[in-house]
Protein backbone atom coordinates (compact mmCIF):
# COMPACT_ATOMS: atom_id res chain seq x y z
CA UNK A 1 0.00 0.00 0.00
CA UNK A 2 1.18 3.20 -0.75
CA UNK A 3 2.14 5.51 1.98
CA UNK A 4 -0.70 7.82 3.50
CA UNK A 5 0.20 11.95 3.07
CA UNK A 6 -2.86 12.67 5.17
CA UNK A 7 -4.63 10.39 7.71
CA UNK A 8 -6.92 9.18 4.75
CA UNK A 9 -6.87 5.26 2.95
CA UNK A 10 -10.06 4.75 1.48
CA UNK A 11 -13.74 4.07 2.14
CA UNK A 12 -17.08 2.13 1.49
CA UNK A 13 -20.69 0.76 0.53
CA UNK A 14 -22.85 -2.12 0.95
CA UNK A 15 -24.53 -4.95 -1.08
CA UNK A 16 -27.03 -5.80 1.98
CA UNK A 17 -30.53 -4.72 1.55
CA UNK A 18 -33.16 -6.06 4.25
CA UNK A 19 -35.97 -5.28 5.93
CA UNK A 20 -35.57 -4.13 9.70
CA UNK A 21 -38.21 -3.73 12.01
CA UNK A 22 -37.63 -0.11 13.76
CA UNK A 23 -38.56 0.80 16.60
CA UNK A 24 -40.45 4.42 16.64
CA UNK A 25 -39.57 5.73 19.87
CA UNK A 26 -37.52 9.14 20.07
CA UNK A 27 -36.70 9.72 23.37
CA UNK A 28 -33.66 8.35 25.61
CA UNK A 29 -35.47 6.44 28.53
CA UNK A 30 -34.55 3.66 30.61
CA UNK A 31 -36.08 0.48 29.87
CA UNK A 32 -39.34 -0.18 31.32
CA UNK A 33 -38.81 -3.97 30.63
CA UNK A 34 -39.55 -6.15 33.48
CA UNK A 35 -35.93 -7.10 34.12
CA UNK A 36 -34.56 -3.39 34.67
CA UNK A 37 -31.40 -4.68 35.69
CA UNK A 38 -28.70 -6.73 34.00
CA UNK A 39 -25.91 -8.65 35.79
CA UNK A 40 -25.85 -5.96 38.18
CA UNK A 41 -25.83 -2.95 35.66
CA UNK A 42 -29.23 -0.64 34.61
CA UNK A 43 -30.44 -1.46 31.33
CA UNK A 44 -30.90 1.83 29.45
CA UNK A 45 -31.77 2.68 25.83
CA UNK A 46 -30.15 5.01 23.54
CA UNK A 47 -31.83 6.32 20.34
CA UNK A 48 -30.00 6.06 17.43
CA UNK A 49 -31.36 8.20 14.55
CA UNK A 50 -30.29 6.60 10.85
CA UNK A 51 -31.30 6.91 7.12
CA UNK A 52 -32.84 4.31 4.82
CA UNK A 53 -32.28 1.19 6.96
CA UNK A 54 -33.34 -1.09 4.17
CA UNK A 55 -30.00 -0.24 2.08
CA UNK A 56 -27.83 -0.29 5.07
CA UNK A 57 -28.03 -3.31 6.69
CA UNK A 58 -24.61 -3.05 7.90
CA UNK A 59 -25.95 -0.83 10.81
CA UNK A 60 -28.33 -3.46 11.72
CA UNK A 61 -25.52 -6.16 12.12
CA UNK A 62 -23.24 -3.22 13.93
CA UNK A 63 -26.30 -3.21 16.47
CA UNK A 64 -26.33 -6.48 16.93
CA UNK A 65 -23.20 -7.16 17.76
CA UNK A 66 -22.78 -3.92 19.93
CA UNK A 67 -25.92 -5.62 21.83
CA UNK A 68 -24.73 -9.10 22.08
CA UNK A 69 -21.24 -7.49 23.98
CA UNK A 70 -23.63 -5.04 25.73
CA UNK A 71 -26.72 -6.93 27.17
CA UNK A 72 -27.56 -3.73 29.57
CA UNK A 73 -27.55 -1.06 26.34
CA UNK A 74 -30.20 -1.08 24.00
CA UNK A 75 -30.12 0.45 20.50
CA UNK A 76 -33.45 2.22 19.39
CA UNK A 77 -32.75 2.67 15.41
CA UNK A 78 -34.90 5.57 14.05
CA UNK A 79 -35.19 4.86 10.58
CA UNK A 80 -35.78 8.46 8.05
CA UNK A 81 -35.60 8.85 4.22
CA UNK A 82 -32.12 10.02 3.13
CA UNK A 83 -34.01 13.00 1.68
CA UNK A 84 -35.46 14.05 4.99
CA UNK A 85 -33.07 12.79 7.75
CA UNK A 86 -30.78 15.68 8.42
CA UNK A 87 -33.98 18.19 9.16
CA UNK A 88 -35.41 15.06 11.64
CA UNK A 89 -31.78 14.88 13.05
CA UNK A 90 -31.81 18.97 13.92
CA UNK A 91 -35.38 19.04 14.98
CA UNK A 92 -34.41 16.14 17.06
CA UNK A 93 -31.09 18.06 18.28
CA UNK A 94 -33.26 21.06 19.38
CA UNK A 95 -35.22 18.83 21.37
CA UNK A 96 -32.55 18.07 24.14
CA UNK A 97 -32.42 14.17 25.03
CA UNK A 98 -34.54 13.38 21.56
CA UNK A 99 -31.14 11.38 20.42
CA UNK A 100 -28.47 10.21 22.61
CA UNK A 101 -25.81 9.07 18.79
CA UNK A 102 -25.91 11.58 16.44
CA UNK A 103 -24.76 10.22 13.14
CA UNK A 104 -24.40 13.02 10.88
CA UNK A 105 -25.46 12.49 7.13
CA UNK A 106 -23.71 15.57 6.05
CA UNK A 107 -20.42 15.97 7.87
CA UNK A 108 -19.81 20.00 7.20
CA UNK A 109 -22.90 20.29 9.48
CA UNK A 110 -20.91 18.97 12.39
CA UNK A 111 -19.52 22.34 12.91
CA UNK A 112 -23.08 24.00 13.49
CA UNK A 113 -24.15 21.30 15.88
CA UNK A 114 -20.88 21.62 17.74
CA UNK A 115 -21.28 25.70 17.95
CA UNK A 116 -24.86 24.93 19.35
CA UNK A 117 -23.53 23.09 21.75
CA UNK A 118 -25.02 20.19 20.59
CA UNK A 119 -22.33 17.46 20.39
CA UNK A 120 -20.35 16.38 23.42
CA UNK A 121 -16.61 17.24 23.28
CA UNK A 122 -15.06 13.46 22.78
CA UNK A 123 -11.47 14.63 23.58
CA UNK A 124 -11.43 12.75 27.23
CA UNK A 125 -13.21 9.59 26.30
CA UNK A 126 -11.19 9.29 23.36
CA UNK A 127 -7.77 9.89 26.07
CA UNK A 128 -9.32 7.11 28.87
CA UNK A 129 -9.60 4.32 26.34
CA UNK A 130 -6.18 4.80 24.77
CA UNK A 131 -7.83 5.00 21.65
CA UNK A 132 -5.12 4.80 18.46
CA UNK A 133 -6.66 7.62 16.30
CA UNK A 134 -3.91 7.44 13.86
CA UNK A 135 -6.36 4.71 12.04
CA UNK A 136 -8.89 7.27 11.16
CA UNK A 137 -9.25 8.91 8.05
CA UNK A 138 -10.12 12.28 8.47
CA UNK A 139 -10.04 12.39 12.39
CA UNK A 140 -8.37 15.72 12.73
CA UNK A 141 -10.92 17.38 10.63
CA UNK A 142 -13.41 16.85 13.27
CA UNK A 143 -11.24 18.43 16.14
CA UNK A 144 -12.89 21.55 15.84
CA UNK A 145 -11.32 24.38 18.32
CA UNK A 146 -9.82 21.93 20.34
CA UNK A 147 -12.95 19.93 20.88
CA UNK A 148 -13.35 16.39 19.19
CA UNK A 149 -16.65 16.94 18.09
CA UNK A 150 -17.30 13.05 16.69
CA UNK A 151 -15.18 9.71 15.60
CA UNK A 152 -15.04 9.03 11.83
CA UNK A 153 -17.51 6.08 10.92
CA UNK A 154 -17.38 5.50 6.95
CA UNK A 155 -15.73 7.44 4.09
CA UNK A 156 -16.54 7.52 0.71
CA UNK A 157 -14.54 8.60 -2.10
CA UNK A 158 -14.29 8.96 -5.75
CA UNK A 159 -13.10 6.50 -8.14
CA UNK A 160 -13.39 6.11 -12.15
CA UNK A 161 -16.57 3.54 -12.71
CA UNK A 162 -16.12 2.16 -16.70
CA UNK A 163 -17.91 0.03 -18.64
CA UNK A 164 -15.31 -2.63 -19.95
CA UNK A 165 -17.31 -3.87 -23.14
CA UNK A 166 -17.82 -0.49 -24.75
CA UNK A 167 -13.68 -0.58 -24.22
CA UNK A 168 -13.34 -3.59 -25.89
CA UNK A 169 -15.87 -2.60 -29.06
CA UNK A 170 -13.95 0.31 -29.33
CA UNK A 171 -11.00 -0.69 -29.44
CA UNK A 172 -9.35 1.40 -26.70
CA UNK A 173 -7.08 -0.08 -23.62
CA UNK A 174 -8.91 0.11 -20.39
CA UNK A 175 -8.19 3.56 -17.54
CA UNK A 176 -5.13 3.18 -15.96
CA UNK A 177 -4.92 4.05 -12.12
CA UNK A 178 -2.30 7.37 -13.06
CA UNK A 179 -4.53 9.05 -15.75
CA UNK A 180 -4.79 12.54 -15.94
CA UNK A 181 -8.13 14.72 -16.45
CA UNK A 182 -7.08 15.76 -19.89
CA UNK A 183 -6.45 12.24 -20.91
CA UNK A 184 -9.89 11.06 -19.42
CA UNK A 185 -11.83 14.00 -21.60
CA UNK A 186 -9.19 12.32 -24.58
CA UNK A 187 -10.40 9.10 -23.84
CA UNK A 188 -13.84 9.93 -23.83
CA UNK A 189 -13.85 11.29 -27.15
CA UNK A 190 -12.82 7.76 -28.69
CA UNK A 191 -15.36 6.03 -26.79
CA UNK A 192 -18.28 7.71 -27.88
CA UNK A 193 -20.42 6.56 -30.75
CA UNK A 194 -23.72 5.66 -32.17
CA UNK A 195 -26.72 8.37 -32.13
CA UNK A 196 -30.38 8.96 -30.40
CA UNK A 197 -31.02 5.91 -28.11
CA UNK A 198 -28.30 3.97 -29.76
CA UNK A 199 -25.66 6.60 -28.64
CA UNK A 200 -23.08 5.19 -26.35
CA UNK A 201 -21.62 8.35 -24.34
CA UNK A 202 -18.07 8.06 -23.29
CA UNK A 203 -18.35 9.83 -20.34
CA UNK A 204 -20.72 11.40 -17.80
CA UNK A 205 -20.58 14.12 -15.28
CA UNK A 206 -23.84 13.87 -12.85
CA UNK A 207 -25.91 17.16 -12.35
CA UNK A 208 -23.83 17.68 -8.85
CA UNK A 209 -21.83 20.62 -8.84
CA UNK A 210 -19.40 18.22 -6.96
CA UNK A 211 -18.90 16.36 -10.57
CA UNK A 212 -17.00 19.44 -11.73
CA UNK A 213 -16.51 21.40 -8.48
CA UNK A 214 -14.62 18.47 -7.07
CA UNK A 215 -11.95 18.12 -9.74
CA UNK A 216 -10.25 21.72 -8.61
CA UNK A 217 -9.77 20.72 -5.35
CA UNK A 218 -8.28 17.70 -5.45
CA UNK A 219 -4.51 18.93 -5.24
CA UNK A 220 -5.54 20.32 -1.86
CA UNK A 221 -4.76 24.05 -1.94
CA UNK A 222 -7.94 25.17 -2.53
CA UNK A 223 -11.47 24.44 -0.81
CA UNK A 224 -14.67 25.50 -2.06
CA UNK A 225 -15.35 28.15 0.80
CA UNK A 226 -13.19 30.08 -1.37
CA UNK A 227 -13.55 33.49 -2.22
CA UNK A 228 -11.84 33.50 -5.20
CA UNK A 229 -12.88 30.93 -7.29
CA UNK A 230 -11.15 31.21 -10.16
CA UNK A 231 -9.41 27.89 -10.26
CA UNK A 232 -12.21 25.52 -11.06
CA UNK A 233 -12.45 27.63 -14.41
CA UNK A 234 -10.38 24.73 -16.20
CA UNK A 235 -12.93 22.43 -14.80
CA UNK A 236 -15.94 23.99 -16.09
CA UNK A 237 -14.13 24.85 -19.40
CA UNK A 238 -13.61 21.12 -19.93
CA UNK A 239 -17.27 20.32 -18.69
CA UNK A 240 -18.84 22.99 -21.25
CA UNK A 241 -16.70 21.40 -23.92
CA UNK A 242 -17.49 17.87 -23.48
CA UNK A 243 -20.92 18.68 -22.93
CA UNK A 244 -20.54 20.84 -26.89
CA UNK A 245 -18.89 17.94 -28.06
CA UNK A 246 -21.38 15.19 -27.02
CA UNK A 247 -19.07 12.86 -25.21
CA UNK A 248 -21.20 13.60 -22.21
CA UNK A 249 -25.02 13.83 -21.77
CA UNK A 250 -25.64 18.13 -21.34
CA UNK A 251 -26.92 19.20 -18.33
CA UNK A 252 -30.10 20.42 -18.98
CA UNK A 253 -31.21 16.87 -20.65
CA UNK A 254 -30.16 14.94 -16.98
CA UNK A 255 -31.92 18.00 -14.93
CA UNK A 256 -35.06 18.14 -16.95
CA UNK A 257 -35.18 14.25 -17.04
CA UNK A 258 -33.99 13.25 -13.69
CA UNK A 259 -31.56 11.18 -15.31
CA UNK A 260 -29.78 9.26 -11.98
CA UNK A 261 -25.96 8.32 -12.52
CA UNK A 262 -26.47 5.01 -11.94
CA UNK A 263 -28.98 3.68 -13.66
CA UNK A 264 -27.22 4.91 -17.04
CA UNK A 265 -24.29 3.09 -16.08
CA UNK A 266 -26.07 -0.26 -14.85
CA UNK A 267 -28.53 0.15 -18.42
CA UNK A 268 -24.75 0.43 -20.33
CA UNK A 269 -24.70 3.42 -22.54
CA UNK A 270 -21.92 5.48 -20.82
CA UNK A 271 -18.34 4.18 -20.56
CA UNK A 272 -17.16 6.16 -17.86
CA UNK A 273 -18.58 7.69 -14.80
CA UNK A 274 -16.59 9.66 -12.27
CA UNK A 275 -18.51 8.62 -9.20
CA UNK A 276 -17.95 8.05 -5.16
CA UNK A 277 -17.46 4.45 -3.89
CA UNK A 278 -20.75 4.09 -2.81
CA UNK A 279 -21.82 2.94 -6.14
CA UNK A 280 -19.51 -0.01 -5.55
CA UNK A 281 -22.18 -1.34 -3.21
CA UNK A 282 -24.72 -0.72 -5.80
CA UNK A 283 -23.11 -2.19 -9.00
CA UNK A 284 -22.85 -5.74 -6.98
CA UNK A 285 -26.11 -5.60 -5.49
CA UNK A 286 -27.61 -5.33 -9.07
CA UNK A 287 -25.13 -7.89 -10.55
CA UNK A 288 -26.15 -10.44 -7.82
CA UNK A 289 -29.93 -9.40 -8.38
CA UNK A 290 -29.82 -9.76 -12.14
CA UNK A 291 -30.57 -6.29 -12.86
CA UNK A 292 -27.75 -5.26 -14.78
CA UNK A 293 -25.37 -7.25 -17.06
CA UNK A 294 -22.67 -4.83 -16.83
CA UNK A 295 -19.02 -6.11 -17.33
CA UNK A 296 -17.74 -3.37 -14.95
CA UNK A 297 -14.68 -1.85 -13.59
CA UNK A 298 -13.07 0.47 -11.51
CA UNK A 299 -9.74 2.56 -11.76
CA UNK A 300 -8.33 5.10 -9.97
CA UNK A 301 -9.80 8.78 -10.26
CA UNK A 302 -8.23 10.82 -12.70
CA UNK A 303 -6.03 13.68 -11.26
CA UNK A 304 -5.33 17.37 -12.15
CA UNK A 305 -1.74 17.76 -14.20
CA UNK A 306 1.33 17.82 -12.24
CA UNK A 307 -0.83 16.35 -9.09
CA UNK A 308 0.00 12.89 -7.62
CA UNK A 309 -1.81 10.00 -8.83
CA UNK A 310 -4.06 8.46 -6.09
CA UNK A 311 -5.43 12.25 -4.74
CA UNK A 312 -8.88 12.01 -4.39
CA UNK A 313 -11.92 13.62 -2.66
CA UNK A 314 -14.54 12.01 -0.68
CA UNK A 315 -16.18 12.47 2.82
CA UNK A 316 -16.42 11.09 5.90
CA UNK A 317 -19.28 10.70 7.57
CA UNK A 318 -18.75 10.72 11.67
CA UNK A 319 -21.09 9.56 14.84
CA UNK A 320 -21.28 11.85 18.15
CA UNK A 321 -22.85 11.95 21.37
CA UNK A 322 -25.31 14.31 22.01
CA UNK A 323 -24.35 16.76 24.36
CA UNK A 324 -27.84 16.59 26.42
CA UNK A 325 -27.68 12.77 26.55
CA UNK A 326 -28.83 11.36 30.24
CA UNK A 327 -26.44 8.40 28.59
CA UNK A 328 -23.01 9.36 27.65
CA UNK A 329 -21.31 6.64 29.24
CA UNK A 330 -22.96 3.94 27.06
CA UNK A 331 -23.47 5.83 23.80
CA UNK A 332 -20.27 6.33 23.87
CA UNK A 333 -19.43 2.50 24.44
CA UNK A 334 -21.57 2.30 21.27
CA UNK A 335 -19.60 4.98 18.95
CA UNK A 336 -16.48 3.37 20.01
CA UNK A 337 -17.49 0.01 18.99
CA UNK A 338 -19.51 0.93 15.86
CA UNK A 339 -16.47 3.32 14.27
CA UNK A 340 -13.86 1.05 15.82
CA UNK A 341 -12.06 -2.14 14.86
CA UNK A 342 -15.32 -4.18 15.15
CA UNK A 343 -18.12 -1.98 13.62
CA UNK A 344 -15.86 -1.79 10.50
CA UNK A 345 -15.96 -5.61 10.07
CA UNK A 346 -19.47 -5.46 9.66
CA UNK A 347 -19.18 -2.59 7.29
CA UNK A 348 -16.05 -4.43 5.38
CA UNK A 349 -18.33 -7.56 5.03
CA UNK A 350 -20.89 -5.62 3.39
CA UNK A 351 -18.38 -3.71 0.50
CA UNK A 352 -18.42 -0.97 2.70
CA UNK A 353 -15.26 1.48 3.43
CA UNK A 354 -14.73 1.98 7.21
CA UNK A 355 -12.66 4.90 8.63
CA UNK A 356 -11.06 2.89 10.75
CA UNK A 357 -8.19 1.48 8.29
CA UNK A 358 -4.96 -0.39 8.54
CA UNK A 359 -3.04 -2.12 5.66
CA UNK A 360 -5.36 -4.58 5.50
CA UNK A 361 -8.25 -2.96 5.11
CA UNK A 362 -8.36 -2.32 1.28
CA UNK A 363 -7.74 -5.94 1.26
CA UNK A 364 -10.58 -7.35 3.20
CA UNK A 365 -13.11 -5.18 1.04
CA UNK A 366 -11.33 -6.33 -1.99
CA UNK A 367 -12.51 -10.30 -0.72
CA UNK A 368 -16.25 -9.15 -0.70
CA UNK A 369 -18.20 -10.96 -3.21
CA UNK A 370 -18.98 -9.08 -6.90
CA UNK A 371 -16.10 -6.88 -6.44
CA UNK A 372 -14.21 -6.54 -9.91
CA UNK A 373 -10.88 -7.92 -10.20
CA UNK A 374 -8.03 -5.29 -9.78
CA UNK A 375 -10.18 -3.12 -7.56
CA UNK A 376 -7.19 -2.94 -4.61
CA UNK A 377 -5.12 -1.59 -6.75
CA UNK A 378 -7.70 0.88 -8.09
CA UNK A 379 -8.73 2.01 -4.94
CA UNK A 380 -5.03 2.41 -3.29
CA UNK A 381 -4.84 6.52 -2.38
CA UNK A 382 -2.31 8.97 -1.69
CA UNK A 383 -4.84 11.49 -0.21
CA UNK A 384 -8.37 12.02 0.33
CA UNK A 385 -9.20 16.13 0.11
CA UNK A 386 -12.52 16.40 2.28
CA UNK A 387 -15.45 17.42 -0.22
CA UNK A 388 -17.03 20.23 1.98
CA UNK A 389 -15.13 21.20 5.22
CA UNK A 390 -16.04 20.78 8.51
CA UNK A 391 -16.96 24.51 8.90
CA UNK A 392 -19.78 26.28 9.83
CA UNK A 393 -20.62 28.30 6.24
CA UNK A 394 -19.73 24.78 4.33
CA UNK A 395 -23.89 23.80 3.86
CA UNK A 396 -24.51 27.50 3.25
CA UNK A 397 -21.45 27.96 0.18
CA UNK A 398 -22.51 24.51 -0.87
CA UNK A 399 -25.64 25.46 -2.03
CA UNK A 400 -25.19 28.50 -3.35
CA UNK A 401 -22.28 26.91 -5.44
CA UNK A 402 -24.99 24.69 -6.42
CA UNK A 403 -26.95 27.39 -7.55
CA UNK A 404 -24.13 29.06 -9.46
CA UNK A 405 -23.17 26.28 -10.80
CA UNK A 406 -26.59 25.15 -12.91
CA UNK A 407 -26.73 28.35 -14.85
CA UNK A 408 -22.76 27.83 -15.63
CA UNK A 409 -23.68 24.47 -17.28
CA UNK A 410 -26.67 25.55 -18.99
CA UNK A 411 -25.13 28.54 -20.26
CA UNK A 412 -27.18 31.18 -18.42
CA UNK A 413 -24.01 32.75 -17.17
CA UNK A 414 -20.38 32.93 -18.67
CA UNK A 415 -18.02 30.90 -17.08
CA UNK A 416 -16.32 34.07 -15.64
CA UNK A 417 -19.49 35.83 -14.29
CA UNK A 418 -20.65 32.65 -12.81
CA UNK A 419 -17.13 32.59 -10.55
CA UNK A 420 -17.21 35.94 -9.93
CA UNK A 421 -20.59 35.80 -8.53
CA UNK A 422 -19.78 32.78 -6.20
CA UNK A 423 -17.14 34.68 -4.89
CA UNK A 424 -19.28 37.75 -4.18
CA UNK A 425 -22.13 35.29 -2.32
CA UNK A 426 -19.50 33.52 -0.43
CA UNK A 427 -18.03 36.77 1.15
CA UNK A 428 -21.28 37.45 2.11
CA UNK A 429 -21.85 34.25 3.49
CA UNK A 430 -18.81 34.81 5.70
CA UNK A 431 -19.32 38.23 6.93
CA UNK A 432 -22.88 37.48 7.60
Known amino acids: MRKKTVKSIALGLTAVTLAATVLSGCGSSKDSAESGKNGGEEEVTLTFPVWDLATNGYLKNIVDGFQKEHPNIKINMVDTAGSEYMNKLTIMLNGGTDCDIVYVKDPDTTASYMKKGQLEDLT????????????YISYDSFNLEGKQAALPFKTDYYVLFYNKDIFDDAGVQYPS???????????CSKLTSGEGANKIYGGFLHTWQACVQNWAIQDGKNTILGPDYTFMKPYYEM???????????????????????????????????????????????????GETDVNWGIATIPHPDGVEAGSTVGSTTPMAINANSKYKEEAWEFIKYACGEKGSSYLISA?????????????????ADGMPEGAAEALQTTSIVLDRPININSAEVNQMLGEEHSLIMIKE????????????RAKEIENS
Open 351 to 367: GGFPSYQDDTTIGEICK
Open 239 to 289: ALRMQDAGTIMDYSTLKTGNIAYASVFQQGTVATVPMGTWLVQQMIAKKAA
Open 413 to 424: KSIDDGLKEMGE
Open 124 to 135: SYIEKDGIDTSK
Open 177 to 187: NDMTWTEWEEM
